[in-house]
């Protein structure tokens, strides 16, 4: 039989748009619901800004919208729909048998889904102009903001579209075609983030989130979508979305040309690709179960190990069973034996270190920086502001470490953290060195203050780290807003200091104890329930507690008449309660004071009261199950409410004027 030359045929465009003109006019009229309907119920005139910002971003295709997870679904389901002929062997005979060549069909199903998915958007696209023009809703967006939407909507379902009917091109099943294009998406960021994870766990220091992994992350359709920003939506993204969708089709074309018709039904139609398919399922099951045991056996490293086999075995043999359709797949025992021997043969080399990673620290003289701080996120958006040189950048817990001295005390450190491998306890802190060639090393431990206090002491002491975790140190009275004083422990108002003169005598007494302070008056179980909040003339806010050491504030407080009026004092203390049980997660939340099986004592003596409000803190240095004694009040007027709580340090010298009471809990 002849084939037709020409690519274009109108009978094919025309035979696929009456079977689903149903799907584009769902779509459509689900986007009149949701954008000019929904628009036109508002009162006129919009006067609230809010409800303006939310009918613009209705337009910026904000993540919360619906019309998002019309781009998700509306052009899979298409593309699925029209070559759903290729999962069924009748009709993939019937079509293949028409006076039509394979590029022909293709090109002519690929124009019927691209004008399915237009057609929809355009009209909306013409009734939201015809609204702009019309009625007060030409205040809130402007024609080449329509313009703007109708290109973005049209641009991410062709790209949804062209990977839909790319990925279909590998399976002669409808459901797995759906399953398969949704894993293709978050496939890349899925055994990116799974490989992280379980890196974490097997080398020492491995910091699951990298430098570049936010921005290719971040480019990806399905989560660029998620987050969506227009500010951020550059031409270099649409020039590259539209190469993308070319490529696809391009590369579906070539694939649906030499896909056998005969693999209708069959999970996977290419043999090249079933190992693929097969030891995929196998390794993504076994990261994914690893990371499950591991955490569901309490950080256990033989659970991982354990975690990976059982995964990665039933992965393996379902994706046996899948592909051969059948459950007789037991003689394909050698191909797991094989990939378990190489899974072994990876986890023995990352044990020894093979790759030196573990033991990497980079030379004093290569380093030009060096970021220390609890959160990479903080870091990375610390590091981004620097760039662009926008002073404006929120305080967070990053301290930039540049001086020689500190830098050699950070590799001190880090030579101490390598010596301690698999720790379990302590405050995850991120070490991420800037080299002078422009390349980053970044390691995350768990660092315990107390074990590693040598090393942390010259860090904590250095006026270079002050600074950063103390940015009072460096401002001055007309650099402040507000001073905030605050007791959690009471109902009383928090002290407002807006005069400069206040706020003057007030951080020249906090900067003079932050001066002074040493590695003990930073570790964690000094903490207190007292909280200053400086506000700064750019309205950013920093957090410090009000020690008990701070003598000099406090006698400022005292002097000014401002003390009691903020404060918990101890005549305000009906009674005192203390409580022995076992530490869990929940107790540190305020749950031991309910705990009616806990033994407790109560003290009425006002000397003692008083010395246990001096001494008591809301932390403690305490592992799961480990005894603690905790301290509450019962505040006057209120006899039955315990109003606030904390732990009472097994090493202060009130326990000893304690002891009559500490007997009776015994």
């Excluded at 800004?49 to 997870?69: A, V």
């Excluded at 075609?177 to 020492?204: C, S």
């Excluded at 539209?242 to 070539?254: E, G, Q, R, S, T």
């Amino acid at each position: 039989m002849k084939l037709k030359k020409s690519l274009f045929s109108r009978g094919l465009i025309i035979s696929d748009i009456k079977r689903f003109w149903w799907v584009s006019t769902l779509y459509g009229i689900i986007l009149l619901i949701i954008l000019p309907l929904q628009q036109i119920t508002v009162e006129f005139p919009i006067k609230d800004q809010w409800r303006r910002k939310e009918i613009l971003d209705m337009l910026m295709l904000d993540n919360n919208s619906p019309q998002i997870l019309l781009i998700y679904i509306v052009p899979v389901i298409l593309a699925v729909l029209l070559f759903r002929y290729m999962h069924v062997s009748k009709s993939a005979a019937i079509i293949h048998a028409m006076p039509y060549s394979r590029k022909t069909l293709f090109f002519n199903h690929g124009a019927a889904g691209f004008l399915l998915l237009t057609i929809p958007v355009i009209v909306t696209g013409m009734v939201l102009t015809a609204l702009q023009i019309s009625t007060p809703l030409g205040e809130v967006y402007s024609l080449p903001q329509i313009l703007q939407w109708v290109s973005l909507t049209l641009l991410f379902n062709y790209l949804f579209f062209a990977i839909a009917v790319f990925v279909g091109m590998f399976t002669g099943s409808a459901i797995a075609h759906i399953v398969f294009t949704y894993i293709f998406h978050v496939l890349p960021a899925g055994i990116y983030v799974l490989i992280g994870y379980n890196l974490k766990y097997l080398l020492h220091g491995f910091s699951e989130t990298s430098i570049s992994s936010q921005t290719w992350i971040g480019i990806l359709p399905l989560f660029k979508l998620l987050g969506f920003e227009i500010e951020e939506f550059t031409v270099i993204y649409t020039v590259g979305y539209i190469v993308a969708i070319a490529l696809f089709l391009f590369m579906a074309m070539i694939l649906y040309e030499k896909r056998q018709l005969e693999t209708a039904g069959d999970i996977v139609v290419f043999p090249v690709m079933k190992p693929v398919f097969k030891y995929g399922v196998a390794a993504c099951g076994m990261l994914l179960g690893g990371v499950y045991f591991y955490h569901m056996a309490n950080q256990s490293f033989g659970m991982l190990l354990f975690g990976y086999f059982i995964s990665s075995f039933f992965g393996y043999w379902i994706s046996e069973i899948l592909l051969q359709k059948s459950f007789k797949v037991w003689r394909a025992y050698k191909g797991y034996i094989a990939y378990a021997a190489v899974v072994v043969v990876l986890l023995t080399s990352l044990s020894v270190d093979v790759f030196g990673y573990v033991r990497r620290i980079p030379q004093l003289g290569q380093i030009e920086k060096v970021y220390f701080g609890n959160y990479f996120g903080n870091w990375s958006d610390l590091d981004k502001a620097v760039e662009i040189g926008n002073s404006r950048v929120k305080y967070s817990d990053i301290y930039v470490i540049q001086q020689t001295e500190n830098i050699k005390n950070i590799i001190q450190l880090h030579k101490a953290l390598i010596q301690k491998p698999y720790q379990k306890e302590g405050m995850s802190r991120h070490i991420i060195y800037k080299l002078k060639n422009g390349r980053y090393l970044v390691r995350n431990y768990l660092i315990d203050e107390t074990h590693q206090a040598p090393f942390l002491k010259p860090i904590y002491a250095s006026m270079e780290y002050k600074i950063q975790r103390f940015p009072v140190l460096k401002q001055q009275a007309k650099d402040i807003e507000t001073i905030e004083i605050e007791d959690s422990r009471t109902d009383k108002n928090p002290m407002i200091l807006a005069d400069k003169q206040d706020i003057e005598g007030l951080i020249q007494h906090l900067q003079q104890e932050l001066r002074e302070a040493d590695f003990e008056e930073f570790s964690e179980r000094n903490e207190g329930y007292v909280y200053i909040r400086i506000r700064d003339v750019e309205d950013r806010i920093v957090h410090y507690n009000l020690r008990k050491s701070y003598t000099s504030v406090i006698q400022w407080l005292q002097d000014k008449g401002y003390y009691e009026k903020i404060m918990l004092m101890p005549e305000e203390i009906e009674s005192a309660v203390l409580i022995k049980g076992k530490v869990t997660t929940e107790y540190y939340y305020g749950k031991m004071m309910e705990d009616k099986a806990a033994k407790r004592v109560e003290i009425k003596d006002k000397q003692i009261i008083q010395k246990i409000l001096e001494t008591y803190s809301p932390y403690q240095h305490k592992r799961r199950n480990e005894d603690a004694i905790v301290v509450g009040f019962y505040l006057k007027n209120s006899p039955k409410y315990v109003w606030t709580q904390g732990f009472l340090f097994e090493d202060s010298a009130i326990l000893q004027e304690l002891e009559p009471y500490l007997k009776q809990l015994n």
